[in-house]
């Protein structure tokens, strides 16, 4: 009696499925990526025109703590000016002498210059948070007329709160330093907009392509 021995049966290896929707997506790019290489060249080619054509700004930051007066002795009096400047109602007062049409003459006669010169500088000062401190900012096109106008600013604060809080008195806590490095045209920012919005405009403009030609896929 002869037995029949079966020969194991071999798995069939499918090949794995390809998604038509993922497939179609390759075509596209392939028919149209050049479309999208120029728009991606030309986005980045104008960021980087444009932002040439910008002129620079520079800032430079002066630094004052603020602080009771040395006339202040008596521990009731020191205790009461440590409590206002809580309030922070004369820190605010301070802080908006910098920015006065009158510190610009005084900037101006201080640095012995004409006050038309300073007529392309932005002058700001503000209370840095959480301090008795305030920051006198200055913006514009020379680096070094901002450090010294940050500067002269910042003690032009000093004496006209000597004048109107006696029992407060300010201390140089950071001269301004020459700025390096522009704060206004950013390159790499602009660079960096420019590419995220030039890889988005290349992505439409190829699937528009495609759209425009009917969708047709070589044969």
Not at 179 to 206: Q, V
Request: no cysteine; charged share 20%.
């Amino acid at each position: 009696m002869s037995v029949a021995v079966k020969a194991p049966e071999q798995a069939a290896v499918a090949a794995p499925a390809i998604d038509p929707g993922h497939s179609a997506t390759l075509a596209i790019l392939r028919r149209g990526w050049w479309l999208g290489l120029a728009v991606l060249v030309l986005s980045l080619a104008a960021a980087a025109f444009f932002t040439s054509r910008q002129d620079p700004v520079f800032r430079a930051s002066a630094m004052m703590v603020v602080m009771p007066g040395e006339d202040v002795a008596e521990a009731t009096e020191l205790m009461r000016a440590l409590d206002t400047l809580e309030r922070r109602t004369v820190l605010a007062t301070f802080a908006r002498i910098p920015m006065a049409h009158e510190t610009r003459a005084a900037v101006a006669e201080r640095l012995a210059r004409d006050p038309a010169e300073l007529r392309g500088v932005r002058i700001s000062a503000g209370v840095v948070p959480s301090t008795n401190i305030l920051r006198v900012d200055v913006d514009g096109s020379d680096p070094d007329l901002v450090a010294a106008v940050a500067d002269a600013a910042a003690e032009h604060m000093r004496a006209e709160a000597a004048v109107i809080y006696r029992v407060f008195s300010m201390r140089e806590l950071a001269a301004a330093r020459r700025p390096d490095r522009p704060i206004h045209p950013d390159p790499h920012r602009n660079l960096m907009i420019a590419a995220i919005l030039g890889l988005f405009g290349a992505a439409l403009s190829i699937f528009a392509f495609d759209r425009a030609l009917g969708g047709r896929r070589p044969a």
